[in-house]
């Protein structure tokens, strides 16, 4: 399979909006190109949105939830549909795996290792339906006899996400959405709207009720319309912290529920024990997964000062091998950046890195045995200052800092010296070192010798990088309300 085959996307209907059940069309003729980034070609079109196709969106949500049979079924019987998601994300499996490389430059390996999980994520939170305590008795304290605990649906959620790995973050955005109860207005990005469509495709083929899912594909501008419409109830985000601060701040005006999935700025905090070269290759085979584009990346590396140049030519040493290419050739490490402005970005910070005073150990162009596509070598810059931009501020590429510090209490202040607070590693022989430096880290996650994130155990971040979590049990609770019932009488279907 080569990205630069004649493939189509296999998207069946790619011009409309899945609406209230229906495959609807678009209130304007107004379309977006996808565009591979290997190639820049245009890989497939589809309709974008306008104000009012969110509106009619929203209302197919809000009808299906205030009326429809979705909130008042039992888990077990949402837990079914969860299950045929879960087998018909299978079988579209290598339909994904053919679009999401076309449409970011994800290596296709890359892929199929992240595809491989997607399903298991919708039998999750299918099992839990027997085992979440949705309804819980609880003894009064201020009058009356019984009391219980009902975790019941947020209400109408919007779904926002990003075009970097959209079928995992919608499957865990969906699947706890409607295990809870909820209903959902898909929102895909521009650049990757592939999977969303994909997805409202398997929504049809297992006969979920009309109006619980809904998919459109709209800019950032449209994308607004959703976040304020007052009959959304919730919104879902994974993105920028700029936007998500938006976001929070339209719905401050009137209370609305989200959560936020944000960005990072991570550390990688090396002990004086550990090996560097083997750091170096851990490190930079990990920033190979798309091509940087993660917000849990270990961009800032943190190392003993005396122990910095021979990391920084470890590091230099590693990451100019990295060959890059077609995100579908086996031999290929890295493939492009998914988009030209994504590049300018990329290419605007290592400029900064160069003007701050870094020293550019590699990398820092595009390469030369490639003419076309967003590519750009792999990047890493020695004796940065923590408080320079290319240390705090996400570049979202490619770029590595190596950050000298004095101590180990130096580097735990130098790796918490950030507004983010998403994923971090520590990296020792010492898995007790390990725990207590690890312990002391303000981040959402903390890896030992690795880049580790698990959403299967939950995924989310501190300060800046975001609200609630997504992923594991915790995953569940930001689309459920609690509501506190007291009876003076037992009731016949009392829990416990």
């Known amino acids: 399979m080569s990205i630069t085959s004649d493939t189509r996307a296999p998207i069946k209907t790619a011009d409309k909006f899945y609406i209230g059940g229906e495959w609807v069309d678009p209130s304007s003729s107004s379309t977006i190109d996808v565009i591979e980034p290997a190639t820049e070609n245009v890989y497939f079109t589809v309709a974008e949105a306008q104000d009012a196709d969110v509106a009619r969106a929203v209302g197919a949500a809000r009808e299906a939830f205030d009326h429809g049979p979705w909130p008042r079924m039992t888990h077990a019987e949402r837990a079914g549909f969860l299950r045929a998601i879960s087998a018909a994300v299978k079988e579209r499996a290598d339909d994904v795996l053919q679009v999401w490389p076309r449409e970011s430059g994800i290596m296709f390996p890359v892929a199929q290792g992240m595809m491989a999980g997607v399903p298991d994520a919708y039998d999750f939170y299918a099992d839990l339906a027997d085992s979440f305590p949705f309804e819980e008795a609880a003894t009064p304290t201020a009058g009356g006899n019984y009391g219980m605990i009902a975790r019941e649906p947020v209400g109408v959620v919007g779904a926002i996400v990003p075009w970097n790995a959209p079928m995992t973050l919608i499957a865990y955005k969906l699947a706890p959405a409607f ?130 140049d021979e990391m920084l030519d470890s590091l230099a040493g590693t990451f100019s091998q990295v060959k890059l290419g077609d995100p579908f050739d086996p031999t290929v490490q890295m493939g492009p950046l998914a988009m030209q402005r994504q590049r300018d970005r990329v290419e605007s910070y290592i400029e900064l890195g160069k003007s701050e005073g870094a020293t550019l150990a590699t990398g820092g162009g595009r390469p030369k045995d490639l003419e076309r596509g967003w590519f750009i070598e792999p990047t890493v810059f020695g004796n940065v200052d923590n408080s320079w931009r290319i240390a705090q501020e996400e570049i979202f590429g490619p770029v590595l800092s190596v950050i000298p510090a004095e101590d180990e209490e130096d580097a735990i202040r130098i790796a918490n010296d950030t507004v983010y607070g998403l994923n971090a590693a520590v990296f020792t022989n010492d898995a007790d070192r390990a725990r207590e430096v690890g312990g002391r880290l303000r981040s959402g996650t903390v890896g030992h010798n690795n880049f580790h994130t698990d959403f299967g155990i939950g995924f989310g971040g501190y300060k800046q990088s975001g609200i609630h979590r997504e992923g594991g049990v915790d995953g569940l609770h930001p689309y459920l309300e609690n509501k506190t019932l007291i009876f003076e009488e037992k009731p016949s279907n009392y829990p416990g």
Request: charged share 25%; aromatic share 4%.
């Open 179 to 308: 295990l809870a109860g909820c209903t959902v207005i898909l929102k895909a990005s521009p650049e990757a709207p592939g999977a969303p469509l994909i997805m409202a495709e398997i929504a049809e083929q297992v006969g979920l009720p009309k109006g619980v899912l809904n998919v459109l594909t709209a800019d950032r501008e449209v994308s607004e319309s959703l976040v304020r419409d007052p009959r959304v109830d919730k919104i879902a985000f994974t993105g920028s912290t700029a936007a998500g601060k938006k976001i929070a701040g339209i719905l401050a005006d009137r209370i609305g529920r989200f959560s936020l999935e944000l960005g990072g700025k991570s550390a990688a905090v090396i002990l004086d024990d550990y090996d560097l070269e083997k750091a170096a290759a851990t490190l930079s085979g990990a920033e190979c997964f798309l091509s940087g584009q993660v917000c849990s990346s270990l961009t800032r590396i943190v190392v003993p000062r005396r122990r910095h």
